[in-house]
Nanobody, 114 residues
Framework: QVQLVESGGGLVQPGGSLRLSCAAS????????MSWYRQAPGKEREFVAG????????GYADSVKGRFTISRDNAKNTVYLQMNSLKPEDTAVYYC???????WGQGTQVTVSS
């Protein structure tokens, strides 16, 4: 059974940091590109970051470039999203995704507010 379980979300003040994790199981994690998406209230889900199966060639949305870093540990079947210099507009539910096969996690809420 495929599972993607996100964790690490929460409430943080503007300028703060969070590290999201996505633990994968039920498929061969190491052969797939992984992505993070987010969905803010009243908005469509949008791409945040992606990383190749080997960990190279990370890509980012312009809105998070220079502030967020995606990484992965294939030995732990986990992909991470380090989020620094958080802004109120980063508030959203963040989802882990396997683009090639359309797997999605349940999401983790990130709220940036003073």
């Amino acid at each position: 059974q495929v599972q993607l379980v996100e964790s690490g979300g929460g409430l943080v003040q503007p300028g703060g940091s969070l590290r999201l994790s996505c633990a994968a199981s039920g498929f061969t994690f190491s052969i797939y590109t992984m992505s993070w998406y987010r969905q803010a209230p009243g908005k469509e889900r949008e791409f945040v970051a992606g990383i190749s199966r080997t960990g190279g060639s990370p890509g980012y949305a312009d809105s998070v470039k220079g502030r967020f870093t995606i990484s992965r540990d294939n030995a732990k079947n986990t992909v991470y999203l380090q989020m620094n210099s958080l802004k109120p507009e980063d508030t959203a539910v963040y989802y882990c995704n396997v683009p090639r096969v359309g797997y999605w996690g349940q999401g983790t809420q990130v709220t940036v507010s003073s």
